[in-house]
């Protein structure tokens, strides 16, 4: 009887034993994919061509009204429709996009914007899932609100 226990004692816990062994390495695979996932910036291909998203998929947007390798001028009720990206951690291009062109410029609370090509980058606030694109060419705020090609250009 004691014999019978110690051996079902024993098969679960080499069944646990392996049960984490297979989550570990599951869970190596996720902390994997989640390295990907976290570049800066990345390239997908949309309606208006290939364009540059952040590491979760959600598209960037320029505004015009931003003098090229300037500060931002979207502020206040802008800033609320067009969240700033902004820099955490170290800048990683995806595939396609070029190291040489990712930056920051510091805004006046002292945080740091992603810009690409000397442009500040923003998301829309109405974009809420991956890959979504709602407000491409749209004057708002003074200014042309584009989405930008892995070259820097932004889209007309």
């Known amino acids: 009887m004691i014999s019978n226990l110690f051996k079902k ?8 034993c392996i049960l984490a062994l297979v989550a570990g390495a599951g869970g ?9 996932a976290s570049a800066t910036l990345t390239v997908g291909s949309t309606q208006f061509g290939a364009i540059l998203f952040d590491g979760r998929g959600r598209a960037l947007y320029a505004f015009t009204r931003d003098p090229r390798g300037g500060r931002s001028r979207c502020y206040g009720a802008c800033a609320k429709a067009w969240p700033v990206y902004f820099a955490k951690g170290a800048l990683l291009p995806g595939k396609g ?5 990712i930056g920051t410029v510091r805004r006046r609370d002292g945080r740091q914007q992603v810009r690409y090509n000397g442009r500040p980058l923003y998301y829309y606030v109405g974009d809420k899932s991956p890959g979504q694109i709602l ?11 584009l989405v930008v090609r892995p070259n820097g250009q932004l889209v007309r």
Do not use: P
């Open 9 to 16: 004692a024993t098969t679960r816990l080499l069944a646990l």
């Open 28 to 36: 190596s695979a996720a902390a994997r994919a989640g390295q990907e």
């Open 97 to 101: 996009v070029s190291k040489s062109l």
């Open 135 to 145: 407000c491409q060419n749209v004057d708002e705020f003074g200014g042309t609100w």
